[in-house]
């Protein structure tokens, strides 16, 4: 069974600093997806990376797929309430990773 | 498109009720899912749908089971609810399994 590993759990940071979490696998996929959940809300795609080395940028948030195609990682630049959440990848199938819990404080 | 639906939005059930949580997508997708996610915690994967007719199970499927009569509608229900099954439950949908997942809004249910 593929595992995705997310780290760190919980991440709490003052607004204005930048962090990065991971997403890491023994596995190759051909593609992993983002995904952020608001509070009280369903999970929303974030972006999807298919190409090994591929980099993505989404306003202040960059995604990187490691060469190998067994993790990417998600840095964000000058953090933002408005970017606490619960950030998840998912697998060219079916898995969700466990997440990783961010607040970012004003 | 109201993309996917779910109902209730909330639900207390006493032990040992049961109920069917409802979902349905309008976006002709052929797979969904359904979700589970205590507090503070991912998504734990119940059951999925490939398309009409077709069911497997996830990670955590006992306690529930579900059924894909249509392509639009995909019902969990809940036997003899327990304790253990309160819990925020998720619907979602994709066009197939590498694609984007759409989720619902959610139902919020409570045993006691």
């Known amino acids: 069974t593929q595992l995705l590993e997310q780290s760190p759990q919980f991440l709490s940071i003052q607004e204005g600093e930048n962090l990065t979490v991971y997403c890491n696998s023994s596995s190759v996929f051909s593609s992993l997806q983002w995904y952020r959940q608001e509070p009280g809300e369903g999970p929303v795609l974030l972006v999807t990376?298919?190409?090994?080395?591929e980099v993505k940028k989404l306003k202040r948030l960059t995604f990187q797929f490691g060469d190998a195609r067994k993790d990417s990682s998600l840095h964000i630049t000058a953090a933002q309430p408005g970017d606490t959440g619960l950030y998840l990848c998912k697998d060219d199938k079916i898995i969700f990773g466990k997440g990783t819990r961010l607040h970012i404080l004003p | 498109n109201a993309g996917v639906t779910q109902t209730p939005k909330f639900r207390i059930l006493k032990i040992g009720q049961s109920m069917t949580l409802q979902c349905t997508q309008d976006m002709n997708h052929n797979y969904m899912y359904w979700y589970r996610q205590d507090p503070g915690m991912g998504l734990k994967l119940i059951y999925y749908?490939?398309?009409?007719?077709?069911?497997d199970k996830g990670e955590v499927p006992n306690g529930y089971n579900v059924s894909r009569s249509t392509t639009e509608d995909f019902p969990l229900r809940l036997e003899l609810a327990a304790p253990s099954q309160t819990s925020v439950y998720f619907c979602?949908?994709?066009?197939?399994?590498?694609?984007?997942?759409?989720f619902g809004p959610g139902t919020r249910l409570t045993v006691t």
């Open positions: 990376v298919v190409t090994g080395g």
């Open positions: 979602a949908s994709s066009y197939g399994v590498n694609y984007e997942q759409y």
């Open positions: 749908s490939v398309g009409a007719g077709i069911t």
